[in-house]
């Protein structure tokens, strides 16, 4: 294959590579996708199925222990860690496989390989059998990102633990430290607390979960402190002492160093660019900070010079990746309707217990941009299919302009709220207003009656409470 041309060329097979692969072939154009490692990047391998697989077990344990609740029995509860990870593990196999078919089934040639760009328009793979040279007028890098490592609290697998070794553990943690509160760090901490390791959270900022609203972050730090969590906030991990068997940390909060011991500790302290031996500084991209930096079309200004995904920058979410990966194999395509993402207006779900999730902006941030706002909340004890659930911890919080009845942002917290936000984000897509989500009927009983409920309370209309 050597000095192969083609249309497109995708660097890295994740939910951004492979998606904007089968988008370009769909468009009618020849297309390569390299990938140096696994089909389907870290998002089917190491990221977000094989945690959600993991997560379901935790949450299925939890409720067969609460068992008595519903009337029904299971006496001597337990689980076995290593099939919990072994199904884990199948799940993601059985959905990377399936990007391998489609790349099949969509004529793109797959070479693996590690890839750099040796000039514009170039593509030079180290594969097994040798250097394959490849050609295209347009080259998409969806490279992804890997744990960002601080000094001194590197993982080595054994005591201190990426989110690779948390997702195939040797052993079931007992005291365990997980340094980083966003998405990762929690749903960790929810899982092998749920399965009772004795879990405590440690986050820099002032509140666990940052980026979400402050309401929403404490009502769930609440709710993981009922759980038997430790939360740690506004407490930096200075330096971690290994012997055998047992790490010591050094956590500084409030100016004082205190030491506490831990059997295992789960870094999730972000995210780092892969822009390394690519070539790119060579070409003329911009990297800052290990992140491409790209208009709103993804462009690098490189010429036919592309990047999408977690390597572009925040929002590190893989739907966000995809959706890039489309727009950008439309924009190769030549059409000419071609809407760029807007950050806003993606959606960020946490899948701890209880489940996280939101879109757009929080109330904090719809004040500093200068909206006089109207705030909505409904709270999951007002609902009757959250109470059949046996779920009636949450809420639902909305937050709209004043002055037109936008609907600016949708924070929730609860039982399947990962599922519900995409009510609003469609919302949100549609330009609602308060009248539109107030006229919709939502079907009863339903959990969804909730976001209807939420809305009636930012305009003291709310009937349930």
């Known amino acids: 294959m050597a000095g192969k041309s083609y249309d497109m060329i995708v660097i890295g097979s994740g939910p951004g590579g492979y998606v904007s692969a089968i988008r370009g072939a769909q468009l009618g154009k020849k297309v390569a996708i390299v990938e140096r490692e696994h089909m389907g990047g870290i998002c089917l391998n190491w990221g977000c199925i094989p945690t959600k697989a993991m ?30 990870v072994k199904r884990s593990r199948g799940v993601a196999k059985q959905l990377a496989g399936g990007v ?14 590690e890839a750099t760009l040796p000039g514009k328009g170039k593509v030079s793979v180290k594969t097994d059998k040798g250097t394959e040279e490849l050609t295209a007028k347009n080259i998409v890098l969806a490279t992804g990102a890997r744990a960002r490592e601080l000094p001194g609290l590197e993982a080595d697998g054994d005591l201190v633990w990426t989110y690779k070794h948390a997702l195939e553990p040797k052993r079931m943690p007992k005291k365990l430290l997980v340094i980083g509160s966003g998405a990762i760090g929690i749903e960790f901490a929810s899982f092998y607390n749920t399965l009772g390791a004795e879990t405590t959270v440690v986050e820099v900022m002032d509140r666990i979960l940052p980026v ?14 009922k759980q038997g969590m430790k939360i740690m906030e506004k407490a930096m991990v200075k330096q971690l002492d290994r012997a055998k068997g047992k790490v010591t940390a050094h956590i500084e909060t409030g100016g004082k160093v205190e030491k506490h011991e831990f059997d295992t500790v789960i870094s999730a302290v972000g995210i780092v660019g892969n822009t390394e031996n690519l070539g790119l500084e060579e070409l003329g991209v911009k990297v800052d900070r290990s992140h491409v930096i ?8 490189v010429e036919g010079l592309y990047a999408i995904g977690d390597v572009a920058g925040a929002p ?17 395509a030549g059409q000419n309707d071609v809407h760029p993402v807007r950050p806003e207006s993606i959606a960020g779900c946490t899948y701890c217990q209880p489940q996280i999730a939101s879109v757009g902006y929080t109330e904090a941030e719809a004040k500093e941009k200068g909206y006089k706002i109207r705030v909505g909340r409904f709270p999951f004890i007002g609902n009757g299919k959250a109470i059949a659930l046996g779920e009636a911890e949450g809420m639902v919080k909305t937050v709209f302009d004043e002055k037109t009845g936008e609907l600016l942002g949708a924070h929730m917290v609860g039982a399947e709220v990962t599922e519900l936000i995409q009510g609003y984000v469609v919302g949100r897509q549609l330009e609602t207003t308060e009248e539109d989500l107030m006229e919709a009927v939502f079907p009863h009983p339903t959990l969804s009656e909730m976001m209807h409920e939420s809305v009636l309370d930012a305009y003291d209309r709310v009937i349930h409470i």
Do not use: P
């Not at 391998?100 to 390989?113: A, E, F, R, S, T």
């Not at 966000?320 to 924009?331: C, P, Y």
């Open 100 to 113: 391998g078919h489609l790349m099949k089934k969509n004529k793109i040639d797959v070479v693996m390989g």
């Open 294 to 301: 790209v208009d709103e079309y993804c462009r690098t200004g």
């Open 316 to 332: 590190w979410l893989a739907h966000k990746a995809s959706h890039e990966g489309v727009m950008v194999a439309e924009l190769i």
């Open 212 to 225: 979400e609203d402050a309401e929403i972050s404490a009502f769930a730090k609440k709710s993981f402190q």
């Open 55 to 84: 997560l379901r077990s935790s949450e299925v344990f939890h409720l067969m222990e609460r068992a008595k609740d519903f009337g029904l029995k299971a006496e001597g509860v337990g689980y076995d860690l290593d099939a919990v």
